[in-house]
């Protein structure tokens, strides 16, 4: 019996009302080895190394996700993950050291594979995955950010970082150094019928809140959800890039056999808490 999620999904991008190049990225391959993976990726570094990078990162990441042989378990999936981003990494960052219009530039990334009715993930940047389950949504993925780094220190507050002037300094990025740390979740997320998983760059979550983004994902079918999400983004002034993957799971066929990590339950309760999902993602941060 085939454990595919049965899934619909959507994407949408729009390089914003400010910029004159849409630096943004975004993929959907449908039958890997490793089931259907989805990636977003936010380039950075000037006018030409930003859509470079992830360009780059973007075909790295599908070479990997195609020549992966078919895991055999499921921890397997998380590995093919983080070596298609280190690949992206070391490709990036060796073509910048050749040229020196595209030093310094790099990407964000996230990655999302499907399989066996499980989320696999990795994640370096500000581009963020979200999943609404219930009527609740939470980040599954944590920002690699300057201010980030400052809260958890207690230097500055959650309310600060959001207003704080390099709010979307990067502490990590592809491409950027030649070795790089990949966040890989090692646990893999139960999916439950009805879930939906929401990919975005930093252009929609530096305009729209997440309670909004809650409703429109949760009642509006994914197509509609992504152009109403990218509409409101350019409504509030469209400052930057704009990209958003949703991925709606309409059925597993054998969900009556899926047992979920003790913080799926409880976000499906309404209980879970943010040091909860980050107990989760932090295993592999």
């Known amino acids: 019996m085939s454990t595919q999620s049965d899934i619909t999904t959507a994407s949408a991008t729009d390089r914003g009302r400010e910029r004159a190049e849409n630096q943004d990225n975004l993929g959907f391959f449908e039958s890997t080895p490793l089931g259907p993976v989805w990636v977003i990726c936010d380039g950075m570094g000037g006018s030409v190394g930003g859509k470079f990078a992830s360009t780059m990162a ?52 996230v990655v999302l594979a499907i399989r066996a009715g499980c989320a696999h993930v990795a994640h370096v940047g500000d581009s963020r995955l979200y999943l609404i389950r219930e009527g609740q949504i939470c980040q599954l993925t944590k920002d690699h950010t300057l201010v980030r780094g400052l809260v958890e220190q207690g230097i500055i507050s959650a309310a600060q970082a ?31 019928a009805g879930d939906r998983l929401l990919m975005c760059t930093d252009g929609l979550t530096s305009q729209i809140d997440d309670q909004t983004i809650l ?71």
């Open 58 to 109: 973007m075909e790295k990441i599908r070479e990997v996700v195609y020549e992966a042989s078919c895991p055999e378990d499921e921890i397997k999936v998380g590995d093919v993950l983080r070596t298609a981003v280190e690949r992206a990494n070391r490709a990036i960052y060796a073509r910048a050291q050749e040229d020196t219009e595209l030093k310094g530039m790099g990407t964000t990334a």
């Open 162 to 192: 959001k207003v704080h002037p390099q709010s979307h300094v990067l502490s990590k990025a592809v491409g950027v150094k030649e070795i790089l740390g990949v966040a890989v979740a090692e646990t893999p997320l139960k999916l439950h």
């Open 215 to 285: 409703e429109l994902v949760s009642f509006l079918d994914p197509h509609e959800a992504c152009g109403k999400l990218i509409a409101l983004a350019n409504e509030k002034g469209g400052p930057d890039n704009v990209t958003v993957q949703i991925v709606r799971v309409n059925a597993l066929a054998d969900a009556s056999v899926q047992l979920c990590p003790w913080w799926a339950w409880s976000l499906a309760a309404g209980l879970v808490t943010t040091a909860a999902i980050a107990l989760w993602y932090h295993l592999s941060e």
